[in-house]
């Protein structure tokens, strides 16, 4: 069964300090990854996307890598705002799949205090 | 176009009642994706369109659940007979078909529903 792992749950740091972000997956045949950011009572909004042969994509202050070999993903959050307190999800997909749905993480509850 | 669009943004009923969704793709997509969203967890795929045909359903929509995208572009999610365990943000997503399927999905801000 494919599955999303996502950890921590939840963390709160301060403002300005960086964080981790861990994704494990067990889909197969791999596609891609993406990492989402969901405000609270807002849709999910994309942050970066990584297939197979992708190691590391930056966007902003977030840099997702990618370790197909494990499986595992982390998203990292460099000098932190007040705005990026939200969930993320970590989304893959598997190849060859006539269906759309692609199998998302729970999320990872991210707090960012003053 | 703003991006995907959902109406309406929240949605309060009482149980037994019916309601529908719509959603507004971005206009040049083909897929269109419905997912619910409990509090805490991540989105569960209900149901899948590409154009105005449904290629896919979840296990989860049950048979009160129905899902129409009649031309193509707009879709409706209804659910009859809603039941307090429906309670859940609705999300629509879509995307531009071809390759790697699922690639660069837009998410809209969702309905949140409340049976009561």
């Known amino acids: 069964k494919n599955q999303v792992e996502q950890s921590p749950q939840s963390l709160i740091i301060l403002e300005g300090k960086n964080c981790t972000l861990q994704?494990?997956?067990?889909?197969?045949?791999?596609?891609?990854l993406r990492w989402y950011k969901q405000d609270t009572g807002r849709g999910p909004v994309s942050l970066t996307i990584?297939?197979?042969?992708?190691n590391t994509k930056s966007n902003g202050r977030y840099t997702a890598t990618l370790d197909a070999d494990t499986k595992q993903s982390s998203l990292h959050i460099t000098a932190s705002q007040l705005s990026d307190s939200a969930s993320y999800i970590c989304?893959?997909?598997?190849?060859?799949?006539?269906?759309?749905?692609?199998?998302f993480g729970d999320g990872t509850t991210l707090t960012v205090k003053p | 176009d703003t991006g995907v669009s959902q109406d309406p943004r929240h949605k309060i009923t009482k149980r037994g009642q019916n309601v529908t969704f719509r959603c507004d793709p971005i206009?040049?997509?083909?897929?269109l994706y419905w997912y619910r969203q409990t509090l805490g967890q991540g989105p569960e795929f209900l149901t899948y369109f590409q154009n105005e045909a449904q290629l896919e359903k979840s296990r989860l929509l049950s048979d009160r659940f129905s899902a129409e995208r009649p031309k193509g572009s707009f879709s409706t999610l209804e659910i009859q007979r809603t039941e307090q365990g429906d309670s859940a943000m609705y999300l629509c997503?879509?995307?531009?078909?071809?390759?790697?399927?699922?690639?660069?999905?837009?998410f809209g801000s969702g309905t949140r529903l409340t049976v009561v």
């Open positions: 994704c494990n997956y067990t889909v197969s045949p791999f596609s891609n």
């Open positions: 206009s040049e997509h083909n897929r």
């Open positions: 997503a879509s995307s531009l078909g071809g390759g790697a399927v699922g690639y660069g999905y837009t």
């Open positions: 990584m297939t197979f042969s992708e």
């Open positions: 989304v893959v997909s598997a190849a060859h799949t006539n269906a759309g749905k692609s199998t």
